[in-house]
Nanobody
Framework: QVQLVESGGGSVQAGGSLRLSCAASGRPFSNYPMGWFRQAPGKEREFVAAISWSGGTLIYTDSVKGRFTISRDNAKITVYLQMNSLKPEDTAVYYC???????????????????WGQGTQVTVSS
């Protein structure tokens, strides 16, 4: 069964850091671009960051550039999101996702991803 499991969420004060992990199983995720999305209460799910299958191409939404870093360890079949200088507006449920097509560039559109994790809550207090 194809599965993505996120971990590492929690509650921190503004300016703090968290590292999210996304462990994959069920198919060769090392061949697929991976992304992180988030959804705040009352808002639509939004793109945060994505990484190519090789790790050579990274893309970020403007609001997290310089603060968040996406990476992957294909040997461990795990994708990470290092979040520094967190702000209250970063509060959301964070989801990782695998793109439907292997060996492609990462994309911002949620519709390009066909496997999703269950999400992990990140709460940043001021």
């Amino acid at each position: 069964q194809v599965q993505l499991v996120e971990s590492g969420g929690g509650s921190v004060q503004a300016g703090g850091s968290l590292r999210l992990s996304c462990a994959a199983s069920g198919r060769p995720f090392s061949n697929y671009p991976m992304g992180w999305f988030r959804q705040a209460p009352g808002k639509e799910r939004e793109f945060v960051a994505a990484i190519s299958w090789s790790g050579g191409t990274l893309i970020y939404t403007d609001s997290v550039k310089g603060r968040f870093t996406i990476s992957r360890d294909n040997a461990k079949i795990t994708v990470y999101l290092q979040m520094n200088s967190l702000k209250p507006e970063d509060t959301a449920v964070y989801y990782c996702a695998a793109r439907a097509q292997a060996f492609r560039l990462p994309r911002e559109e949620a519709s390009e991803y066909n496997v999703w994790g269950q999400g992990t809550q990140v709460t940043v207090s001021s």
